[in-house]
């Protein structure tokens, strides 16, 4: 490049950190400056539409058990858009509305919310033997266990009894409480439970699981493998992802068949 240019290769270097820094100081203007509590405007709100509608369609027509099908197709999209897109914070909408894949810093500005309901939530890993490295990864998850629900899965992740499913000591897991890791987990949709009948849990629970899927995928949160994993990450809207995260999910929870009530309790399993 310094060739073409006619100019020094130390010149070139020195001009690229500036004009890189120049873009991190106008980006991060840029957020500051933006009321991310605004509610969408038309545009936005056709944008988040669409993808959701995209998004959903393409799960329907994937790697998903005969139960799942069926949840999938009882109601319309348009039915599962009115479900769904309400229960989401207007910050995140605006994130899954934009042009370009949220930042790091974006996504750790979010709430948490050490609520005992149901819902969707994420949190930021980084790799152990490269602490200077700027990739992060992204693991997102639900929280559907009665009697623990978002406030317990946090604790259940603090006590490394539960998570991704790679080698524990690859990764520095970003808790809330202060020990020996540093950040957040991060709220997406939170669903309350209008009452303890064991169809209502359930419907809620079946909610929250496809919320967690289509959001997993909306946010490139599946880990690029193979198959299915690889069909769901490129249903990402900023496919092929650019930013300074990747996916940590290793499974679409529609490919496994939800377990009864009944089960749950006989197995002690959680999400």
Same mark, same amino acid.
């Not at 020094?8 to 120049?22: G, N």
């Not at 405007?41 to 959903?56: C, P, Q, S, T």
């Given at each position: 490049?310094?060739?073409?240019?006619?100019?020094?290769?130390?010149?070139?270097?020195?001009?690229?950190?500036?004009?890189?820094?120049?873009?991190?100081?106008?980006?991060?203007?840029?957020?500051?400056?933006?009321?991310?509590?605004?509610?969408?405007?038309?545009?936005?709100?056709?944008?988040?539409? #669409?993808?959701?509608? +995209?998004? $959903? !369609?393409?799960? =329907?027509?994937?790697?998903?058990?005969?139960?799942?099908?069926? /949840?999938?197709?009882?109601?319309?999209?348009?039915?599962?858009?009115?479900?769904?897109?309400?229960?989401?914070?207007?910050?995140?909408?605006?994130?899954?509305?934009?042009?370009?894949?949220?930042?790091?810093?974006?996504?750790?500005?979010?709430?948490?919310?050490?609520?005992?309901?149901?819902?969707?939530?994420?949190?930021?890993?980084?790799?152990?033997?490269?602490?200077?490295?700027?990739?992060?990864?992204?693991?997102?998850?639900?929280?559907?266990?009665?009697?623990? #629900?978002?406030?317990? +899965?946090? $604790? !259940?992740?603090? =006590?490394?009894?539960?998570?991704?499913?790679?080698?524990?000591? /690859?990764?520095?897991?970003?808790?809330?409480?202060?020990?020996?890791?540093?950040?957040?987990?991060?709220?997406?949709?939170?669903?309350?439970?209008?009452?303890?009948?064991?169809?209502?849990?359930?419907?809620?629970?079946?909610?929250?699981?496809?919320?967690?899927?289509?959001?997993?995928?909306?946010?490139?949160?599946?880990?690029?493998?193979?198959?299915?994993?690889?069909?769901?990450?490129?249903?990402?809207?900023?496919?092929?992802?650019?930013?300074?995260?990747?996916?940590?999910?290793?499974?679409?929870? $529609?490919?496994?068949?939800?377990?009864?009530?009944?089960?749950?309790?006989?197995?002690?399993?959680?999400?």
């Amino acid at each position: 490049m310094a060739e073409k240019l006619g100019r020094k290769v130390k010149s070139v270097a020195e001009r690229l950190r500036y004009m890189r820094a120049q873009y991190r100081v106008s980006t991060s203007k840029d957020e500051e400056s933006r009321n991310w509590h605004d509610e969408l405007d038309d545009n936005e709100h056709a944008v988040l539409e #669409e993808r959701f509608y +995209r998004i $959903l !369609q393409e799960l =329907r027509e994937g790697n998903i058990t005969n139960s799942w099908k069926c /949840v999938l197709t009882s109601i319309s999209t348009r039915d599962w858009a009115a479900k769904l897109l309400p229960l989401i914070p207007i910050r995140v909408k605006h994130m899954l509305a934009s042009p370009r894949q949220p930042t790091v810093s974006e996504l750790k500005a979010l709430e948490w919310k050490d609520t005992s309901s149901m819902g969707v939530y994420f949190w930021i890993l980084q790799k152990l033997h490269n602490p200077m490295s700027e990739e992060s990864h992204i693991y997102v998850g639900s929280a559907t266990k009665y009697g623990w #629900e978002l406030a317990g +899965r946090q $604790l !259940q992740h603090e =006590r490394h009894e539960a998570g991704p499913k790679l080698p524990r000591r /690859v990764y520095n897991l970003k808790t809330r409480k202060r020990r020996n890791w540093t950040g957040n987990f991060h709220t997406l949709p939170v669903v309350d439970r209008i009452s303890d009948e064991s169809q209502e849990v359930m419907q809620i629970r079946r909610l929250v699981i496809v919320a967690e899927v289509i959001l997993t995928t909306w946010l490139g949160g599946f880990w690029v493998d193979r198959g299915e994993q690889q069909r769901l990450h490129s249903l990402c809207p900023w496919h092929p992802i650019t930013g300074n995260y990747c996916g940590l999910c290793s499974h679409s929870p $529609l490919s496994l068949d939800y377990p009864t009530l009944a089960e749950q309790a006989k197995s002690g399993d959680c999400d």
